[in-house]
Every structure is written in structure tokens, then in C-alpha cells.
């Protein structure tokens, strides 16, 4: 073990099964000799040239119709999207082509297509560079969607993605990547499946269920919870295609209380998806109303002051839990 | 110039493609489509020409408009019509009909019913192939609609900069639906497009297979050998509707269609064959009934095939 960051983390895994597989190469912008924005390909070019670390014009319908293509036929594309925002501009791409190739090809073609960039808000980035959207990937048939919130899940989970046969949507929260934390040396082969949910802290009064950046603030504020003998459970899904909703069942039943904490919208969003299960297959274990505290439903403004009113805080993630607890 | 066996074989395949579709529109009529039927009849000669550079291993994609590439792709024409009557036989095993055509087994990768992604499609399977250092090519065929589309200009901009062996095969059939290419573009001359983006462009006569067949195979030539992407326009006409079943009048002239209809690919391949002395018309009615028989056989086929189970019905979503 040794701590290392969540983007040094991913590179890891991308390099060593860049070695193995030949057909696999990143597109992007400056994600050649610059290394990407965000450094997730750093030191790369020099190992494996232009070809497999494909610097591409500001074209993102192209290059992921391209990656479809190439998907198709026998490579194993990564689509590195810098700010995660850019990929509506591929959005027919990737829904009514990548999405679906399996499936009209009644299983004959697979889509081993890797769709990564970072998203969220925090950082003055303005509303054309905060967006996370995963939700809506979610909804569509063909997508597994992962949102890692340290560096041993994004690793785990990044092993995973770069052996799947279905188009991937890796997510990386901006206000994350820099975040060190335990990871298992470099020998150590270890990978997390999509699908299954991580109790990022036990507990026994209420479950709250939250992902990337919101997962680390939820702890922060269940550890000063616990202070005042408040005991919460943290559930981090890790990915919400496929959503392991029998690990979040398992925790209602033992607090009899649930809240989500979610940085994206609410409306028709994966508090709403979580609640209606838990209303489908886990009402009677319910104490209290299920709850959900997500992003306002707005474009996000630039200034810090705005910036901080649109997201969930330490505090109105203490207040929701101190809500439910109270009914 | 093809050999006498490469001709009698581009015009059997003209011929295949001719008869399934006339074959389909007979169907439409009498009800065993349960969906859209593109006809690709006037356009025979360029799906035969281009395809007939191609193997199994290299990657086609295609349009709304799609049957006459999978036919020419090397997909029996029973597996079409089983598709287009819904069945679990046909090549998509009935989750497709006329615009989702796969077949990758013989490297037909789809047709679609969104204009321009195939475009995309192809550079990527290119990508694929210089990438792993493969010697196949990366073909898309499309119409004129799409030339207008940014999947165009941003696929034939990306398969120029990273010279990829890719073919982009516009059939200028002169209207997207009722849409003139004359309306939609200030210069409808779209293989002089090429040169914007530093590929080379060709221009021909889509109803002369002979020329497309030169224009496809010099394209792939180059594309095989690492010489990178070419457009190649075809300039031809459709000579049934957009769609079975719908209206044909209004935004062309019907002496305009007996235009066309007098440059029929097939009849002017035939005639350059027997004036050439490649083929005696007995060698071309022979082929032309042994095609009916096929054709016809694929009919029965199709009618007496299931129809796919209905619990499948979400099978297949992920790996």
C-alpha cells in the first residue's frame, strides 16, 4: 500500500493495460505529448506514440463516432473528454449508436468503448465546465455508468472498465482527482465489479447513500455525527448502472431510515430512481419518509457565492439527516 | 477494365439487388413489411461496384437507404427479406427491419436510420485497421442528405489527418427525401469537398457500374497500400419513392424519373457487355433467371419463418 492520487491512480491502470493490449488507444484534447488536461495520460506518448495517444480536433461528434467505428471492429477506444460537458455535443453518438450496436446486432458486435471526463462543480468553472449529467446515462439502455470517490475505487473500477465489452462512462469529480489515498502496490491485480456498493462507513440510525465528491463530504459530516451519538451508515454505489440496490436495502432494513445526497438534479434523478425502489421493495422497513437533498435544479453560476448555493454543504447535509431523523 | 468473370459478376449482383427489391415492394404491397421500406433501385451499380473491391474483412456502413449494400456485401437475400417481414431469421434476428441491417460475419456493419454517423463509423473501423496493422478498408455509403451533416465534414476531416484507409461513398441521388441537393447546398458538386479537407475527391457516373468499379477500386488500392481516405461522389437517381408507399410527386417531375428510368444501370451494364463482346445476352438472361429463382426462393423462406420470441425481447442490451 502507499497513497496516491485518484488521477495517478487511473493512469496506473491505463498504462499497464495499454502494455498488454495493443488495441487500445486514447483520443482527446491534449491528451497526446500535453498528457490531457488533467494529467490522466501524462507520460504515455513518449511510451506508446501518436497513434495510441491520438491528439484529435475539437470535433467530440467525430471522434466518438470514429470510437464507435473502431469499437466495431476489433480495438478498444478510450474517448477522454477533459471536461466531461463536451460530450453533449456526441449525444446522438453515444445514445442511438454506441447504446445500441449490441443490440441491434443481436449480440454479434460488442462496444468495448471507454467514455471518460470529469464533471462537477466547485471550482468557478461556470456552467459549460461543471456539468456531471450521469443520470440521464443511466436512464438509457446499454450504458454502465461509474462515479469512483477515491483513488483505490477509481483504480479497482478502471481495471474493470478496461476489460468491459459495453461502453463505459468513467466520471471523475475535478474537486477529487487530487485526493490521495491507499492504493495496493503495483503488482497487486485487484478489481472492483461494476454493480456492487461499498459501505464506506457503518452505522445504525440512517442510511445515506451518496457518490464522488458528495460520498466524501457525506463522511465528513457522518464522522462529526457521530460526535454528538448520532450513528449513520455511508453507502457509496460506486456505479449507478448497474446500481446495487440490494446493499442499500440491506442497510434500511437495519436503520429504517434513508436519505441520497446528490449533486445533480433532482427531478427524474437517481434520488428519485434509489427512493422508488426502496418504496417497491423496502416500504416496510421504512421508519420515516425517504429523503433526498441533490444539486439546485439550475445552470451553475460562476461566482463563489452562487457557486456554493447550488450544491449540497456539510451543512444541509447535516440538516437532512437531522430531518429525517426527527420524523 | 474487370475481367469477363469480375463483370458477369458485378452485373449478377446488380441483379440480386434489383429482383430482392422489386421483390420487396411486391411484399410492402401486400402487407408482410411491418415497417419502412427504402428502395435502392436506380442505384444498383455503385453498391456492386465498390463492394465488389471488398472481403469479408472489410467493414461497410451504411444508410437509411441500405439494402442494395448488404446484397452486395455478400448478405443472402433471404436474410433480408426475413428481416423486413420481422422474422427471426433475418439478418438482425428481427430487432432491426429495413434500417438496422448487421451482418458483421460478412463485415456488414450496419445500416442506420440516422443520416450521417456511418461516416464516423467507417474512419473508425479504419482506425481500427491501421492501428492493428490490418490490411482492410473502412467503407460508408450515404446520400447526398448527408453531405450537408457534420458527421461529413467531421469524419472525412478526421480519416484526412490521421490518413486512414477509409472510402466515402456519396450517392448523389439528388434529393434528401423531397429535399433538392441544389436547395440544401450552394455547391452541390460534393466531391469537390474532398479537397478541403487534403483528400482526393472523384466524380462519377452512378449509373455506370464500369466506372464505379474503377473509381472504387483505384480508391481501395490506395487505401490498402497506406495511401490514406478518398470521397468518391456517384451522381445518380432514385427511381421508386423515398419510401414504399409514399407519394412521389410534387418535388420532381415524372419526365425527370423516365429520364432516369432510361438509364436504367442495369440495361446500360448490359448493353456495354454484350457491345464489348464480354457477354452474350443469353449468358445475361441466364444469369437474370437464375437470380429470380434465388429471389424467389428467399420469399418462401421468409414467409415461412418464425417470428422471434417475444421474451428475447431484451436480450442482447449489454456483452
Redesign the interface.
Known amino acids: 500500500m502507499r497513497d496516491i492520487t485518484f488521477t495517478a491512480a487511473t493512469r496506473e491502470a491505463l498504462a499497464e493495460r495499454m502494455a498488454v493490449d495493443p488495441s487500445i488507444f486514447v483520443v482527446g484534447e491534449g491528451i497526446g505529448p500535453r498528457g490531457g488536461n488533467f494529467g490522466t495520460t501524462l507520460g504515455l506518448y513518449e511510451k506508446y506514440g501518436a497513434l495510441r495517444l491520438c491528439d484529435t480536433p475539437i470535433a467530440e461528434r467525430g471522434f466518438v463516432g470514429l470510437c464507435c467505428g473502431a469499437a466495431m471492429t476489433g480495438s478498444r477506444p478510450i474517448v477522454d473528454f477533459m471536461f466531461f460537458d463536451f460530450i453533449l455535443d456526441a449525444m446522438g453518438e453515444l445514445f442511438n449508436q454506441i447504446a445500441k450496436m449490441q443490440y441491434m446486432s443481436s449480440g454479434r458486435l460488442t462496444m468495448p468503448i471507454l467514455l471518460r471526463g470529469c464533471i462537477g462543480i466547485g471550482s468557478s468553472a461556470a456552467t459549460h465546465h461543471s456539468g456531471s449529467y450521469y443520470p440521464i446515462f443511466a436512464h438509457i439502455p446499454g450504458f454502465r455508468v461509474v462515479v469512483p470517490s477515491n483513488p483505490y475505487d477509481a483504480k479497482g473500477l478502471f481495471r474493470t472498465a478496461l476489460r468491459s465489452d459495453d461502453p463505459v462512462l468513467f466520471l471523475e469529480h475535478k474537486n477529487i482527482l487530487h485526493l490521495k489515498g491507499p492504493v495496493p502496490d503495483e503488482d497487486d491485480d485487484y478489481a472492483i465489479p461494476f454493480g456492487l456498493a461499498n459501505v464506506a462507513r457503518e452505522g445504525r440510525d440512517i442510511t445515506v447513500v451518496s457518490l464522488g465528491l458528495m460520498l466524501r463530504k457525506t463522511l465528513e459530516v457522518a464522522e462529526k455525527l457521530a460526535a454528538e451519538g448520532i450513528s449513520v451508515e455511508v453507502i457509496d454505489p460506486r456505479t449507478i448502472a448497474p446500481l446495487d440496490m440490494d446493499t442499500i436495502l440491506a442497510s434500511l432494513k437495519k436503520t429504517g431510515r434513508i436519505l441520497v445526497v446528490d449533486e445533480t438534479f433532482a427531478p427524474c434523478g437517481i434520488g428519485a430512481e434509489i427512493i422508488a425502489q426502496v418504496n417497491e421493495r423496502g416500504f416496510d422497513d421504512l421508519d420515516a419518509p425517504p429523503a433526498r437533498l441533490h444539486g439546485a435544479h439550475t445552470p451553475t453560476p460562476y461566482s463563489p457565492t452562487l457557486e456554493a448555493a447550488v450544491v449540497p454543504t456539510p451543512q444541509s447535509i447535516t440538516q437532512a439527516i437531522r430531518d429525517v431523523l426527527a420524523e | 477494365m474487370p475481367t469477363k468473370e469480375q463483370s458477369l459478376s458485378l452485373y449478377r449482383t446488380m441483379q440480386v439487388i434489383r429482383q430482392t427489391e422489386e421483390a420487396l415492394a411486391r411484399s410492402h404491397q401486400a402487407g408482410l413489411i411491418h415497417g419502412a421500406c427504402h428502395t435502392y433501385v436506380g442505384e444498383e451499380a455503385i453498391a456492386s461496384g465498390v463492394c465488389a473491391h471488398l472481403t469479408h474483412q472489410d467493414?461497410v456502413?451504411s444508410t437509411h437507404r441500405g439494402h442494395g449494400h448488404a446484397l452486395a456485401k455478400g448478405v443472402p437475400p433471404r436474410e433480408l427479406i426475413a428481416e423486413l417481414f420481422g422474422r427471426a431469421t433475418g439478418c438482425?434476428?428481427g430487432?432491426?427491419g429495413s434500417m438496422?441491417l448487421?451482418s458483421?460475419?460478412v463485415g456488414m456493419?450496419?445500416t442506420?436510420?440516422?443520416v450521417g454517423?456511418c461516416?464516423?463509423?467507417?474512419?473508425?473501423?479504419?482506425?481500427?485497421?491501421?492501428?492493428?496493422n490490418q490490411p482492410h478498408v473502412?467503407v460508408a455509403f450515404f446520400g447526398d442528405g448527408a453531405s450537408n451533416n457534420?458527421?461529413f465534414h467531421?469524419?472525412l476531416?478526421?480519416a484526412a489527418?490521421?490518413q486512414l484507409p477509409a472510402i466515402f461513398v456519396c450517392e448523389n441521388n439528388q434529393f434528401a427525401t423531397e429535399i433538392a441537393i441544389t436547395y440544401s447546398t450552394r455547391n452541390p458538386d460534393v466531391w469537390t469537398k474532398a479537397a478541403s479537407f487534403g483528400m482526393p475527391g472523384v466524380c462519377v457516373d452512378g449509373n455506370d457500374a464500369g466506372a464505379v468499379w474503377r473509381a472504387a477500386g483505384e480508391a481501395v488500392e490506395r487505401a490498402r497500400a497506406g495511401g490514406g481516405p478518398t470521397l468518391i461522389e456517384c451522381k445518380t437517381y432514385r427511381t421508386r419513392a423515398h419510401a414504399e408507399g409514399m407519394r412521389d410527386g410534387g418535388y420532381r417531375s415524372m419526365e425527370e424519373v423516365e429520364k432516369w428510368k432510361a438509364r436504367d444501370p442495369i440495361k446500360l451494364y448490359a448493353a456495354q457487355l454484350t457491345s464489348q463482346g464480354q457477354a452474350a445476352s443469353g449468358e445475361l438472361d441466364a444469369i437474370a433467371a437464375e437470380v429470380k429463382a434465388l429471389v424467389d426462393e428467399a420469399v418462401e423462406f421468409a414467409k415461412a419463418s418464425p417470428y422471434p420470441d417475444g421474451a428475447t425481447a431484451t436480450?442482447?442490451?449489454?456483452?
Open positions: 467493414a456502413f438482425s434476428r430487432r432491426g438496422h448487421f458483421p460475419e456493419m450496419g442506420s436510420g440516422i454517423p461516416i464516423l463509423q467507417a474512419a473508425g473501423a479504419g482506425f481500427t485497421f491501421k492501428l492493428l473502412g457534420g458527421a467531421e469524419g476531416n478526421l489527418i490521421y436480450e442482447h442490451i449489454y456483452a
